[in-house]
Every structure is written in structure tokens, then in C-alpha cells.
């Protein structure tokens, strides 16, 4: 049996007009007509009788296959042919397509490279299993809110929890990691320094991640008699020994234990933060019977059984914390209550408080890319008018054109996308070395995968959608007749769509604005901050913390005498101007004390810092005497009980009073385990300019400098001031050191203005560097924008201007008309984007230092950049239009 048609709109023009019988068989005719008869004779009109006879030959059915399978291939057909236009298009209007692919790149690859960060971040922080199921708890203090809750826990107490709680599959718990006390190893030419996490022994197990190379350790390894071992991470082991697999099953002399290494874990394991892992018993006697692992204190963390939440965990640790508040009575407060939070939840507050303004800033950029490329594509559609109305005026639906649109816009996103995520490949290495250390977790890893990629390509549709759907639909309005018998480019197609143009333009200059305060804002706080008076130049000075063996530098004529013989071969070095010893180096001070000062009354606790240093100090720092003198060789030596104050401690505690010669008594040094400090008061012989010692977004508080050689208790820096840059001088100090005595570890060495860029200029220099890539991506934009429009504007009105000008009007006429059109979408986008900037400003004020959220002179700079930018685009439209022929413009089509 044939087919009766091809669609069912066929099918209904062959039941209406009769013309059924010309498209069956003889055959086929007759029967259907007679059964057609049938079901009228049974009472059917006969339209219903036809489709029930056609029903019972089951031409319908059949027909509605082929329907389907006709649409599918006339949908592919037209998606095709589409495309091909499209190209074609695209092609034939280079500068068109290269300013949308730019512009749309730009925002695709900053939203790509801000969203690589989020993801890797985030939302994949952990290569651990199920990660969200791991959980910290902590203990708070009722009494005091707003303070953190108590963590750390002894090993006894962190075992009652372990078999008290309900809530936890495992619990694991450790201490040490970075800050922590330094396991030391001897390479042969001299001592290194290891960061240790000191680690219950089921931590890998727990975590669920195979060895990288060798195997874990395990519980087993800490039973009696068994050999002691530790777990390697994967940075130490390829930045010092080279990834030689070899290197598992050595044996290495930590802290004077032999170890074997068992085992080097993968990348992204990096609990704790450290070089090894090694691990310590769970069982009760071993810890009992260990006064280092009775006394240490740990941090536990617990894996929630399926179907458990934190809060839920929070409430049973809760029932346990008050049982073992009768246990620890001195642990608990008599008020308290327990939280619960996610390991994520515990670790990435600092990088979401980093990201979300950056993410909203790249927000704004796609908004003006978007609005960028559909005034480009409106102004194209206004163009190309009259050919749409032709296509129409011959059949085409407008679902049909807008398709056909957005298919050009599709072909503009993908080129764009390909642009894109090669920007964002370049830019995430560039950016991810910016990203201040310890915002985030180590675990985590940002690059380029295949969910940032699905994420730019997620981009490229919604801008395709954004760009190119407004500009679609407006070309489909207006009645046909009239836009087919309007005569030259775009005719009429200003007035239809000139109201829009003007929006999105209004609109980028608007969101231009916000990047380019929050750009300007973070500008003037690292300004503030560069040029923020240090009392000091950290320029070529080098410091490093020396880690000295135990138990052979316990005494300060010990220490003095190691100082002595090393500070004689650095000062012999060529390029060493100066050194001394030091607690810690500026801008932080060493420890803080509170004072007892004869004959004061005051109700408040004084409180002062100390330094311990020695007489060189003063001058590696290059600070002047205001009064008295400076520490001297012959004090440092004796350990005389004298002290240099900073201007702030004499103002603050003697501010009527000569300071010289009042005697002072620094509280903390009765409790250090040195007989000699009890109850012994320090004469002030001088004072010296402040020197930031609370970092460099707090003023200088009072400090005291005291001879270093009072005690031996406690760990030692040095500082060396160079004539030459300090790279080239660190090396010869370390083996300088070692010459003296090879068991000495240098940690943290290196220039105090390297550490100062990656610690306290590092997070505004952050902010900084890619607001201001934003904000020049977002003004860039901008220009493209008001010149497309200006010189669209001017192509539109060229019949306007030669009539103008044919009836008199100069040139400076025609200049100004246009200027103050241009002039006039600028001065709207700046009062929008000023009241968007008062307000969204707010979000980053918390990074703010030394400026206003609300800085005057921010917004008019910023209103001065995007106004000479602004005149700047539409100058070269309106020097344009100046140079009209008004022969050629009165005959202009």
C-alpha cells in the first residue's frame, strides 16, 4: 500500500479538497471508499468517516513515522544549512566577527579561569574518600561568644571520644605540621629541616589513599618491637630527592631515631600540611607509659557513618563532652556546648572570602561581553533589515530567522569559546602563583579538566543566548510592507533600535564603572601599603631561623659563643654589612609580656613586646638613638639587665617622664625555666623610632629590646644586612653556618622583603592584579562598544549629514552633534554606575586598607577614565562623519 502523503498536513489538504483518490491505487480507493460508506451509513460526518476508514488501513500510523523521521532530517537539514550561512556571514564581515569573538573570549576566558579556581577549590578541595564525610569538632565556651572553641585535645581524652561517640565510623588525630617543632635530618653536608605531622597511626586507612610509591603505614607499625617508620609527601620527595623510587626503604636519623621510609603518598595528600608523616600507638599503655605521647595534644578529626549530618554529630559529642567534663574537669568550662563542621567548612572561609568578589567581578565582565557583542549583532541585524524581510515577505517563520540568528551567534561563541579557554590555560598559570599561601588547602589543585572545560563551554551557550537572543527578536518586529519598501542601509532600523543600542551601552559603561572602582580601591590600598613607613628598610636584609641540635646550646654563654664564631666569618663575607640576632623578624615582634613599672598605678594591664637581640641589631635595621645610647658589645656579652625602647613605649608609659634610667619588669620571664630572670627589673638606657611590630596593617605597639644572651632558653634568628642581592649571599650563609656546626637547620631563610610580598602584600597584590585585568578587560569592551554604536550612528544618519551640510552646516557643527550623542550615553552609564559602585564596593570592604569604600578621589579618577575613554571612541565616528561628501551622502542608498 503507497503512502497518502508526506506529513499530516498533507494528509489534511487531501481530506478537504477531495483529492484523495489521486494519490491511491485502484484498488486501495475502493475499499476505502467503501468503508468510508459503512461508517457514515452508522451515522459519522464524513470527514470522520474518512479518517476512520484511512485509521482501519493504518495509513495514519505510518504516516506519523515518516512525519517524524522527516522533521528529524529537516531539522538537521536546516541546522546545517544554517551554519553554512553563518559562516559564510561571519566570514564576509571580518572586523565584525573578529570584536564579537574578542569580546566574548575575554569573558569567557576570565569567567573560566575564575571558575578553575572555584572547582578546584571548593568544590573538589580533597583527594581523600568522601571527604564530606569527615568532620571537626570543638568545644565553646558559652560564657564567651564569638571566640573560637577549644580543638586540640590530649591523647587519653581524644580515646574516650573515640569509643564514647555514636557518630563516628573512625577517628583520627594528629599534631605538629607546618609551624610546628622541626624534625631535623643530617644530608651529610649538613642539617635540614623536615615539618613533621605527628599522626595516629591509622590516618591512612582512615583516609582511605594508597601509597604513591611503597605502601602506607599502619597500625602494626607501632606495636611494641616494631621498627619505627614515616610516610614521605610527594613534594618533598621530588624537590629533594628527585622522585627516585630508591629512596623508599631507607633509613633515616630524624631527631636522632632511625626510620625507615616506608612510603611516599600521592600529590594531593597533604594532611597536616607537612614533609612526613610519622606515626604514633592508639593503645593506652604505650601512650601511658610515653611521657612525650601522655603529654601531647592533638587534633582530632571523626568520619560520620552514612546518613549521619554535623549537626547530628555535634549533638551526641556533645552528651560525651559533658561525661568527660567530670573526667578533664580542668578542660571544660562550666558552660559549654560543642560544634561540628565539615573539613571543608573548616579550611576554606579565608579563600571564599578571596574569591566571591572575584567572582562577581568576572560576573560583570561576561555581563559586558555580552552586552558588548549584542549591540554588535543588533546593529548587524539593523544592517541586514531589509533581507530579513525578504526571507519573510518568501516564507520563512520567524522561529525559522531567529534560528537562523542565533546560529550565527553559536558559530561567533564557539570560535570564541576555542579563544577562551586557551586565554583561561594561559591566565590560570599566571594566576595560581598569585594566589596568597595558606588560603588554601594544599590538597587542592587548580588547572585546566574536563569539568572547566564542560563549565566554558556551559558559558559559551549562555552568552549565546545573551548576546544574541534580544537582537534576534528585535529584528523580527515591524510590519513586513514597510520594511521592505524602506531604501538604504538599515533604513529606519536606528529608530527601531537605537533605544536598545543605547541601553546596552549605558549598561557597560555602568558595569565598567564597578570593576573599575573595586580596581581602583584595591590600587590605593597596595599603594598605602607600599609606601607604608616601616621604621625600617627590609631591602637586602636576610633573615632565617636557626633550629640548633638539643641539649648542646641550652646555656647562654653557649649561645653567646655560637654567635660569636659566626657572626665572625659572615661579617669576613664579601657583600655583608651587618648582623644580629633576633626572636623574629620585623615587622613582627618576639614576645609579648606585661609590665611592672615602680611607682606607676594604673588599673589596665600593660603590655609591651621583647626582642632578644644582639648589639647589631640596631644597626642591621638602621635605627638612630633619640635618647640615651644603644645596646653595646660588653652588654650582650654579660647579659646586663638593660633595655632600648621604641618612641611608642615611652610615650605610652612615661609620658611626662624621662625614660632613661627608669628601671622596668617584663612579668613573662619569671615563668621561663631560667633561675637567673625571677624578679629582676631591666633599666631603660634608650630610645629608638618605632619599628612595625604587629604586622603591617596595625601600628607599632610598645617594644623592648633586651640583650639575648640574659638566657639560653629558646631558639634564635639571625639577620644579615648585604650590599648585593640576598639570593646570592644565602647559600655562602648556610654553609657558613655549617661551617661552624653542621647540625644547625636554616629554616625560613631568605629576604624579609620576598617574605613580606608572599605573606602581607600578597592577598591585596592578588585582589589587585585581577581586578585591574578585569576592569582593562571591562573598559576595552566599552570602547569597542560606544565606537561600534557611534559608528553605526553615524553610517545611519549619513543622508542626514549631507543634507546638513549641503544647506551650510561646518564641520565642528556635525563634530559636536555627534560628540554630544556619545556624550550623552556616558554621562547616563556613569551616574548608573556610580549608584551600582556605592553599593556593590561594600562586598570587598573588608580587603580595604588605608582607603574608603566610598574614596572620592577613587570615583573620580575612575569617572575621568571611563569619560576620556569614552570620547576617545566616539571621536574617531565623529571625525569620520566630518569628512561626508555631500554630493555622494544626498545620493547615499
Not at 609 to 619: H, T
Request: proline share 6%; with cysteine; net charge positive.
Amino acid at each position: 500500500m503507497s503512502l497518502i502523503g508526506k506529513s499530516f498536513k498533507k494528509l489534511r489538504l487531501l481530506l478537504q479538497h477531495g483529492a484523495l483518490d489521486a494519490e491511491l491505487s485502484e484498488e486501495v480507493r475502493f475499499h476505502l471508499e467503501t468503508k468510508t460508506r459503512d461508517y457514515m451509513v452508522a451515522g459519522m460526518a464524513p470527514r470522520a468517516a474518512r479518517e476512520a476508514a484511512l485509521r482501519d488501513f493504518g495509513c495514519v500510523e505510518q504516516m506519523k513515522e515518516e512525519c517524524r523521521d522527516m522533521r528529524g532530517t529537516q531539522w538537521i537539514e536546516n541546522l546545517w544549512q544554517d551554519l553554512r550561512y553563518g559562516i559564510r556571514m561571519l566570514a564576509k564581515d571580518r572586523k565584525f566577527t573578529a570584536l564579537a569573538v574578542v569580546a566574548l573570549a575575554l569573558g569567557i576566558g576570565s569567567a573560566t579561569v575564575i571558575f578553575s579556581a572555584i572547582h578546584g577549590v571548593i568544590l573538589n578541595t580533597f583527594g581523600y574518600d568522601k571527604p564530606s564525610q569527615i568532620v571537626s569538632f570543638a568545644i565553646h565556651d558559652s560564657s564567651r561568644s564569638g571566640e573560637d572553641g577549644r580543638e586540640g585535645m590530649s591523647l587519653p581524652e581524644f580515646l574516650d571520644y573515640r569509643d564514647r561517640n555514636n557518630v563516628f565510623q573512625d577517628m583520627t588525630g594528629g599534631f605538629g605540621g607546618f609551624g610546628a617543632a622541626p624534625v631535623l635530618y643530617s644530608t651529610g653536608q649538613g642539617t635540614t629541616e623536615f615539618s613533621a605531622w605527628y599522626t595516629t597511626a591509622n590516618l591512612f586507612q582512615f583516609m582511605g589513599t594508597p601509597a604513591l610509591v611503597g605502601r602506607i603505614a599502619t597500625p602494626d607499625d607501632t606495636k611494641p618491637g616494631a621498627p619505627p617508620v614515616f610516610v614521605m609527601t610527594y613534594k618533598l620527595w621530588h624537590d629533594q630527592f628527585n622522585s627516585d623510587p630508591a629512596v623508599v626503604g631507607k633509613s633515616f636519623t630524624l631527631n636522632g631515631v632511625l626510620r625507615t621510609l616506608v612510603g611516599v603518598m600521592p600529590p594531593r595528600f597533604r594532611w597536616g600540611w607537612p614533609d612526613i608523616w610519622i606515626p604514633f600507638p592508639m593503645d593506652r599503655n604505650q601512650i601511658s607509659s610515653d611521657p612525650n605521647l601522655k603529654e601531647a595534644g592533638v587534633w582530632p578529626v571523626g568520619r560520620l557513618k552514612p546518613g549521619i549530618t554535623p549537626e547530628v554529630a555535634a549533638a551526641d559529642l556533645n552528651v560525651v563532652a559533658h561525661q568527660l567534663a567530670k573526667v578533664y574537669p580542668d578542660q571544660y568550662p562550666k558552660q559549654f556546648r560543642v560544634t561540628a563542621h565539615t573539613l571543608a567548612d573548616r579550611v576554606l572561609t579565608p579563600f571564599k572570602t578571596l574569591i566571591y568578589p572575584l567572582a562577581g567581578a568576572v560576573g560583570l565582565l561576561v555581563l559586558i561581553a555580552c552586552s558588548n557583542v549584542a549591540n554588535l549583532l543588533l546593529a548587524r541585524a539593523t544592517a541586514r533589515d531589509r533581507e530579513i524581510a525578504v526571507r519573510a515577505s518568501l516564507g520563512a517563520s520567524r522561529v525559522r530567522l531567529i534560528s537562523q540568528l542565533l546560529t550565527e551567534g553559536l558559530v561567533l561563541a564557539i570560535v570564541a569559546c576555542l579563544a577562551g579557554c586557551l586565554l583561561a590555560w594561559v591566565g590560570i598559570r599566571k594566576v595560581v602563583p598569585l594566589v596568597p599561601y595558606n588560603t588554601f588547602p594544599q590538597e587542592a589543585v587548580i588547572d585546566m579538566n574536563p569539568v572547566v572545560l564542560l563549565f566554558g563551554l556551559g558559558v559559551t551557550l549562555l552568552t549565546t543566548v545573551l548576546s544574541g537572543l534580544a537582537p534576534a527578536i528585535h529584528s523580527m518586529r515591524g510590519e513586513l510592507q514597510s520594511r521592505l519598501t524602506r531604501t538604504g542601509k538599515g533604513a529606519g532600523g536606528g529608530f527601531r533600535h537605537g533605544k536598545l543600542r543605547s541601553f546596552l551601552v549605558v549598561t557597560e559603561i555602568a558595569l565598567s564603572m564597578v570593576l573599575l572602582t573595586g580596581a581602583g580601591l584595591m590600587m590605593r590600598t597596595f599603594y598605602a601599603l607600599d609606601r607604608l613607613a616601616l621604621g625600617f628598610s627590609p631591602q637586602r636584609l636576610v633573615s632565617a631561623e636557626l633550629n640548633l641540635p638539643k641539649g648542646v646550646y641550652d646555656t647562654a654563654l653557649e649561645k653567646n659563643n655560637l654567635f660569636r664564631q659566626l657572626f665572625e666569618r659572615l661579617n669576613a663575607l664579601p657583600g655583608v654589612v651587618s648582623t644580629s640576632v633576633s626572636l623574629v623578624a620585623p615587622p613582627y615582634a618576639g614576645v609579648g609580656s606585661d609590665l611592672t613599672i615602680p611607682g606607676k598605678v594604673h588599673s589596665d594591664t600593660w603590655n609591651t613586646a621583647i626582642e632578644l637581640c644582639s648589639e647589631g641589631y640596631f644597626k642591621t635595621l638602621g635605627l638612630s638613638i633619640l635618647r640615651g645610647r644603644l645596646l653595646s658589645e660588653s652588654d650582650v656579652a654579660s647579659g646586663r639587665h638593660v633595655a632600648v625602647i621604641n618612641q611608642v613605649f615611652a610615650n605610652k608609659y612615661f609620658p611626662n617622664d624621662n625614660p632613661i634610667g627608669q628601671r622596668i619588669k617584663f612579668n613573662i620571664l619569671d615563668q621561663v625555666p631560667d633561675p637567673g630572670l625571677k624578679d629582676i627589673y631591666f633599666e631603660i638606657v634608650g630610645v629608638v623610632p618605632d619599628v612595625l611590630n604587629r604586622g603591617l596593617q596595625r601600628p607599632a605597639g610598645p617594644e623592648a629590646y633586651i640583650p639575648h644572651t640574659i638566657t639560653g632558653f629558646g631558639d634564635r634568628s639571625i639577620l644579615v644586612r648585604t650590599a648585593v642581592p640576598p639570593a646570592a649571599l644565602l647559600p655562602t650563609i648556610r654553609n657558613q653556618v655549617w661551617a661552624v656546626d653542621p647540625n644547625i637547620a636554616l629554616t625560613n631563610a631568605g629576604s624579609v622583603e620576598d617574605s613580606l610580598r608572599k605573606s602581607d602584600y600578597a592577598e591585596p597584590e592578588f585582589l589587585l592584579v585581577l581586578f585591574a585585568a578585569f576592569a582593562a578587560i571591562g573598559l576595552l569592551l566599552v570602547v569597542i562598544g560606544i565606537f561600534s554604536v557611534m559608528a553605526y550612528t553615524v553610517s545611519l544618519q549619513t543622508h542626514e549629514i549631507g543634507v546638513r551640510m549641503a544647506l551650510g552646516a561646518q564641520p565642528d557643527n556635525i563634530l559636536s552633534m555627534v560628540l554630544k550623542k556619545g556624550a550623552a550615553l556616558i554621562a547616563v552609564g556613569l551616574v548608573v554606575g556610580v549608584g551600582m559602585s556605592l553599593v556593590l564596593t561594600r562586598l570587598i570592604k573588608s580587603r580595604l586598607w588605608g582607603v574608603s569604600a566610598n574614596d572620592p578621589w577613587t570615583f573620580t579618577g575612575v569617572a575621568a577614565v571611563v569619560i576620556a575613554a569614552g570620547l576617545v571612541a566616539c571621536l574617531v565616528p565623529a571625525r569620520r562623519a566630518t569628512r561626508v561628501d555631500p554630493l555622494v551622502a544626498l545620493r547615499y542608498e
